[in-house]
């Protein structure tokens, strides 16, 4: 059996796992699903837009973009159903919750947060520095995980994987670096970045 073969088979009953908050249900569904995709693949499911959608992940790697591609590129036209390669972009309110090293529920709201940028090979690249108040009581790790997940949320999984190069989490303004408020990322980067030839 193909994955999208499983996939027309058990998504009316991954819709009603999604719509009715059974995240359990939803993981083990889908974990059954992915046996049945490239091991260096990941999944993503949820509400996007007016409907649901399934995104292909690609776990931090552009090697993965390419059997991504081909695998969305036979997805089938299900209604109420979109197929994305990578995570998109998300609508929120840049508030989550995360575990921190210890396993804590951690609960951030990134609308507080800026950013500066540091542009390489005439802005194709970046590093990221971002500016989180709350970043100085938690681990290195949690922090960078915390605003991985910020920056793939706003520019979606594949644009990240294109444009930043390094991501650096601070408590406190750098000096000499200039500042933006976080919400305006995605739209900064447009402007920077060089027209594709």
Do not use: C
């Amino acid at each position: 059996m193909t994955f999208w073969n499983w996939f027309r088979t058990n998504a009316a009953e991954l819709q009603r796992a999604i719509e009715s908050d059974h995240t359990a249900s939803v993981v083990n569904l889908m974990n059954e699903g992915a046996t049945l995709l490239p091991a260096s693949l990941g999944w993503e499911v949820g509400p996007h837009g007016d409907g649901l959608m399934l995104a292909l992940a690609l776990n931090g790697d552009l090697d993965n973009l390419a059997p991504a591609n081909e695998l969305i590129s036979d997805a089938p036209e299900l209604d109420g159903w979109s197929f994305h390669v990578g995570r998109p972009p998300k609508r929120w309110d840049l508030r989550f919750t995360m575990p921190d090293g210890d396993g804590r529920a951690i609960d951030f709201d990134a609308n507080t947060w800026r950013y500066g940028l540091v542009a390489f090979d005439g802005g194709r690249f970046f590093d990221v520095t971002v500016v989180a108040p709350e970043g100085g009581a938690l681990d290195e790790a949690t922090r960078e995980q915390a605003a991985i997940l910020v920056l793939q949320g706003i520019l979606g999984e594949v644009r990240f994987l294109e444009v930043v190069d390094r991501v650096v989490v601070v408590d406190r303004p750098p000096e000499g670096l200039p500042l933006t408020d976080i919400q305006h990322l995605a739209p900064h980067l447009d402007s920077l970045q060089p027209a594709p030839s």
